[in-house]
């Protein structure tokens, strides 16, 4: 039997209002909507709204004419609701208290003033939240969601705090063109700003710079004199077994090395066995080893600081 449940949510927007209560109820909504939850919003048409991003959020809209407790009422008798969301100022104690004995329905309230509440769930997700404070202003039976483990962050924010740095060296000269492939290897992930090194030697130059243009996850260094600094600023590296995965190795920077030329075997034999490395041949595999190397960061990390201790 399906677990999903009709989850209304009644918050209001206008020029007055202001956009904040929709735009942290989006947020939530959209963690319901992942586990299978139908999302239906409530709102009155007000001047200055952001209706709009409700539905381009795929999420229903009921148009209420007024703040009325019995016009919510009615709405969530027609609905057979499981949880009524509450994000409002002018809902008080009394007024949660007429809905839920008039229908019964799980009520979850967001406040932000320590308000007295009649309400199954109180969410404060503001960092400085303290539950302490909501004794004797919310039921017994009532959960408590307060502080930063609760904080509602819009998708954006998440993005790119999970983005990652990757440092980028294939050669100079780049003999193999694999800077290009390797770009739209990283690309699909959409977690990465990327430092990539060459040098004006490379003959396809050119075709480089016109594939980086306008994409700003992308840094194209030429010539550069600050490798150092580059590698210090990112997670990985993706580097030729090279005189650059020592230097690698010296900045503890974990690293999947791909082999170009026959003179790269020696090192590549030796790293070969503990960390991530590639034949030029094996290029397709790429995604594959980021994702391994994102995984085991940590693991590779000690393996790095024991390698070059030895």
């Known amino acids: 039997m399906s677990k999903a449940k009709t989850i209304l949510f009644r918050a209001d927007s206008s020029s007055k209002i202001g956009l904040g209560h929709i735009m942290r109820d989006l947020v939530l909504a959209s963690q319901y909507a992942k586990k299978g939850h139908k999302i239906i919003f409530a709102t009155q048409d007000l001047k200055g709204n952001i209706n709009h991003k409700i539905l381009q959020s795929g999420y229903q809209i009921k148009i209420l004419q007024s703040n009325s407790k019995k016009e919510l009422v009615n709405l969530i008798k027609k609905l057979h609701l499981k949880l009524l969301v509450l994000d409002h100022y002018k809902i008080t104690y009394k007024k949660e208290k007429y809905i839920k004995e008039k229908t019964k329905v799980k009520i979850l309230s967001f406040d932000d003033t320590y308000e007295k509440h009649f309400c199954d769930i109180l969410l404060n997700h503001n960092i400085s939240a303290d539950e302490k404070r909501y004794v004797n202003l919310v039921p017994k039976h009532c959960k408590l969601r307060c502080g930063s483990q609760y904080t509602l962050l819009r998708d954006e924010f998440l993005q790119e705090k999970k983005k990652k740095?990757?440092?980028?060296?294939?050669?100079?000269?780049?003999?193999?063109?694999?800077?290009?492939?390797?770009?739209?290897?990283?690309?699909?992930?959409?977690?990465?700003?990327?430092h990539i090194v060459t040098t004006k030697t490379n003959k396809n130059l050119l075709t480089l710079q016109k594939y980086c243009k306008n994409k700003k996850w992308i840094h194209l260094?030429?010539?550069?004199?600050?490798?150092?600094?580059?590698?210090?600023?990112s997670d990985f590296a993706i580097v030729t077994p090279s005189v650059t995965l020592n230097e690698v190795v010296f900045m503890q920077l974990p690293f999947i090395a791909i082999k170009i030329v026959d003179n790269q075997q020696d090192i590549y034999k030796y790293f070969k066995k503990d960390f991530l490395l590639l034949q030029v041949s094996e290029i397709d595999q790429l995604k594959h080893k980021i994702k391994e190397l994102i995984k085991n960061n940590d693991m590779f990390l000690q393996k790095l600081k024991r390698e070059f201790n030895e």
């Open 165 to 194: 740095t990757v440092f980028i060296a294939m050669g100079g000269a780049d003999i193999a063109q694999l800077n290009i492939k390797i770009l739209k290897t990283i690309k699909k992930f959409k977690l990465f700003n990327v």
């Open 221 to 233: 260094h030429i010539d550069s004199i600050n490798l150092a600094k580059l590698m210090k600023k």
